[in-house]
């Protein structure tokens, strides 16, 4: 069973910037894709960013332009980098890992940011 491991949220205020780090328990190749999704208090589960196999990156449109996902391969890491952050961003990050049809999730990361 992979474990993901989420890291690097703290406070910050808005328009400041932040990485986050998942760390995978396995080899990033070994799966589809790497992830990056937000929940914030009483709201779903929401898509924000993803990296596959090849290198090909996809954000939801809500943080084009601000956030960047990326992997160091050879630590088997998955970084969001979010800058210019807003308001509406704060929320506990997660970094699933997609195999065909299994997914695995970490424990999450609270970004929250002080208004």
């Known amino acids: 069973q992979v474990q993901l491991v989420e890291s690097g949220g703290t406070l910050v205020q808005p328009g400041g910037s932040l990485k986050l780090s998942c760390a995978v328990s396995?080899?990033?190749?070994?799966?589809?894709?790497i992830s990056w999704y937000r929940q914030a208090p009483g709201k779903e589960r929401d898509f924000v960013a993803s990296i596959n196999v090849g290198g090909k990156t996809r954000y939801a449109d809500s943080v084009k332009g601000r956030f960047t996902i990326s992997r160091d391969n050879a630590k088997d890491t998955v970084f969001l980098q979010m800058n210019s952050l807003k308001p509406e961003d704060p929320a506990a990050y997660y970094c699933p890992s997609h195999l065909l049809s299994r997914h695995s999730w970490g424990q999450g990361t609270p970004v929250p940011v002080s208004s």
């Open positions: 396995e080899n990033i190749f070994n799966f589809n894709a």
